[in-house]
């Protein structure tokens, strides 16, 4: 395959990677603040911890599971923050906790309707945006996301003005420490397609702002991974891991159609390479919401996700070292 590194560079773990702005090629210098891969792997691995969702754990056994499993990262959800800090629960003892376990806070997931049309509305998510910053920042986390919630029903809003709005959060994410990434949802009637939050992003013009994409979502949008190429993946820090199945149709697809990787039927293999190639390095995330998943004991899902992101990663370097 022209132009691809060989696979003893990648597994080299080397972060020399060429771009800060949104368009491939810039050759401008990475943010040196991602925590580093472990040795010879390409990328770090996280557990979303809506993959263990049913099995209705508490925060400190999410921290458990992942650290069992062999994860180096985690991504809890913020109404699980706010149940454990509303139960008398101490964040900094589970601040103590993660780091105890080796573990990294790679993000967070909340549903702020940061980017709804109605001031009064915004001015309410702002506010809850705020507090869930605080939250993460109190576990040493630095990421947030910031899907379209609020907006993921409503067709044809202005994208500058979006970008105006994602630029306001990205302010508040400054001041709070905790940077929000735009997030795409594929079933989403604005901010669906990678193309839209690319176009949020550039022109919200803020050296924060941030991708999260995701495998199922990309698809379920309609955008296609031949896109990905197009992007500067070191201007991303996270991206979400899952496979999706040929049937039912992508239309029809919902969150609990998500399997594991290299389950179901995405590129796999063109997918990570890509997202090699842009530059990036950072956290790859498993986030499912597969009942039969929720139904096992979340250890062996969390630990099956991990080796099966892994093994993804490897045939995806042994294809491209292959294709010369």
Not at 18 to 44: D, H, I, K, S, T
Not at 200 to 216: G, N, R
Not at 227 to 235: E, S
Request: a negative charge; glycine letters at 12%; charged letters at 25%.
């Amino acid at each position: 395959m022209q132009g691809l590194v060989s696979r003893r560079e990648l597994l080299r773990g080397t972060s020399t990677a060429v771009a800060a702005g949104w368009v491939a090629g810039v050759a401008l210098p990475v943010a040196a603040e991602q925590p580093a891969a472990e040795a010879g792997e390409p990328f770090r691995y996280c557990l979303n911890t809506g993959t263990i969702m049913g099995q209705n754990l508490s925060a400190e056994e999410e921290v458990r599971v992942a650290a069992e499993a062999g994860y180096t990262g985690i991504e809890p959800w913020i109404r699980k923050l706010r149940e454990h800090s509303e139960s008398g629960g101490s964040l900094a003892e589970l601040a103590g906790r993660i780091r105890d376990a080796g573990l990294t806070v790679e993000g967070a997931i909340g549903f702020p309707a940061w980017a709804v049309d109605d001031e009064q509305r915004r001015a309410k998510a702002l506010d809850e945006f705020q507090r869930d910053m605080e939250l993460v920042a109190q576990l040493g986390g630095q990421r947030i996301a910031a899907p379209p919630a609020g907006i993921n029903r409503t067709p044809g809003m202005d994208l500058r003005r979006i970008a105006e709005r994602y630029r306001e959060v990205l302010e508040l994410g400054r001041r709070t420490g905790v940077r929000p990434q735009l997030e795409i949802w594929g079933s989403a009637l604005t901010l669906g397609r990678v193309a839209e939050a690319a176009y949020v992003a550039i022109e919200a013009d803020d050296p924060d702002a941030e991708l999260l994409l995701d495998v199922y979502h990309i698809y379920r949008g309609g955008s296609g991974f031949q896109g990905l190429r197009q992007l500067n993946g070191a201007a991303m820090r996270v991206f979400h891991m899952n496979d999706y199945p040929a049937d039912p149709p992508r239309d029809q697809l919902n969150d609990g159609h998500r399997v594991f990787p290299g389950d179901g039927v995405a590129p796999m293999d063109q997918i990570l390479r890509d997202l090699y190639k842009t530059g990036f390095r950072g956290t790859l995330s498993l986030e499912l919401f597969h009942r039969e998943y929720w139904q096992q004991d979340a250890v062996q899902v969390a630990r099956a996700g991990r080796e099966k992101m892994q093994s993804a990663v490897r045939r995806a370097l042994q294809a491209g070292e292959a294709g010369g």
